[in-house]
C-alpha cells in the first residue's frame, strides 16, 4: 500500500516568487492536512481538506492557500515567497479525520533566498 | 501558555531503561491523542493514539491520559538505542473516530537519547 507521497522533496525559490506543493493521500483516504515545520515553530496547522472541502485552516497569512481535488489529491499554494517562509512542508492523510491520526508524506524541504 | 507543552529534555537514558515523556495540554475541549516519533531528517510517524483515561499499552509503549489533569505521557520500557529521535505529542479537539475532524496541535517535542 503506497503511503502518503508529496512532491517536490526539495525545492529552492526566490523571495517573491510562489511555489505549489503536491500531495497523493493514501489510497482510500480523503482527509489531507498540510503542517508547516520550523526548528523554532515547530509542526504548525496550515489547513484541512476534506471532499474538497477546507474543512480548517491555521494561523497563516492568506499568501498560503491549498485546495483538494475530487480524487483526494491536494496542492498547497504559497505567493509572494518571503525568506521566513522556508520550511519543511509536510502532507498527511487520514480516512476520515485526524481521530485516529495521520500518515505524514516525507515532505518537501523549501528554501527560499 | 503552550497549547501543548512537553518535559523540553533532551532525555538521556541507558539501554533496557524506562524512557518517560510527559505533556500537558490547556484545552480542556480536547478529546485525542497522539504520540508521533520522528528521526532526524524523517517525517513524524504516529506511534499510538489515545482517548480514554487510564493506560494504553502497545508492545514497549503505554500512553496514559489523566484528563483531568489535562496529562499525556509516553513510557518507553526496554528502551533501545533505535528508539532515540525526537517524540512529539499532539492533541486534537472534538470527538473521536467517525466523521469527527480538526487540526492537531503539537507540542515542541522532546529528544530522547538511548545509549548503549
Known amino acids: 500500500k503506497a503511503g502518503v507521497t508529496q512532491t517536490p522533496r526539495y525545492l529552492i525559490k526566490t523571495r517573491g516568487q510562489q511555489v505549489t506543493l503536491s500531495c497523493s493521500p493514501i489510497?482510500?483516504?480523503?482527509?489531507v492536512s498540510w503542517y508547516q515545520q520550523t526548528p523554532g515553530q515547530g509542526l504548525q496547522f496550515l489547513f484541512e481538506?476534506?471532499?474538497?472541502?477546507?474543512?480548517n485552516k491555521g494561523n497563516f497569512p492568506g499568501r498560503f492557500s491549498g485546495r483538494q481535488f475530487s480524487n483526494s489529491r491536494s496542492e498547497m499554494n504559497v505567493s509572494t515567497l518571503e525568506l521566513g517562509d522556508s520550511a519543511l512542508y509536510l502532507c498527511?492523510?487520514?480516512?476520515f479525520g485526524s481521530g485516529y491520526g495521520y500518515t505524514f508524506g516525507s515532505g518537501t524541504r523549501l528554501t527560499v533566498v | 501558555q503552550k497549547e501543548v507543552e512537553q518535559n523540553s529534555g533532551p532525555l538521556s537514558v541507558p539501554e533496557g531503561a524506562i524512557a518517560s515523556l510527559n505533556c500537558t495540554y490547556s484545552?480542556?475541549?480536547?478529546?485525542?491523542f497522539f504520540w508521533y516519533r520522528q528521526y532526524s531528517g524523517k517525517s513524524p510517524e504516529l506511534i499510538m493514539f489515545?482517548?480514554?483515561?487510564g493506560d494504553k499499552e502497545d508492545g514497549r509503549f503505554t500512553a496514559q491520559l489523566n484528563k483531568a489533569s489535562q496529562y499525556v505521557s509516553l513510557l518507553i520500557r526496554d528502551s533501545q538505542p533505535s528508539d532515540s529521535a525526537t517524540y512529539l505529542c499532539?492533541?486534537?479537539?472534538?470527538?473521536?473516530?467517525?466523521?469527527?475532524?480538526?487540526?492537531?496541535?503539537f507540542g515542541q517535542g522532546t529528544i530522547l537519547t538511548v545509549h548503549p
Open positions: 498527511a492523510s487520514s480516512f
Open positions: 484545552d480542556r475541549g480536547s478529546q485525542s
Open positions: 489515545i482517548y480514554s483515561n
Open positions: 499532539a492533541v486534537r479537539a472534538g470527538g473521536a473516530g467517525g466523521t469527527s475532524y480538526g487540526k492537531l496541535t
Open positions: 489510497s482510500g483516504h480523503r482527509s
Open positions: 481538506y476534506f471532499s474538497e472541502t477546507q474543512r
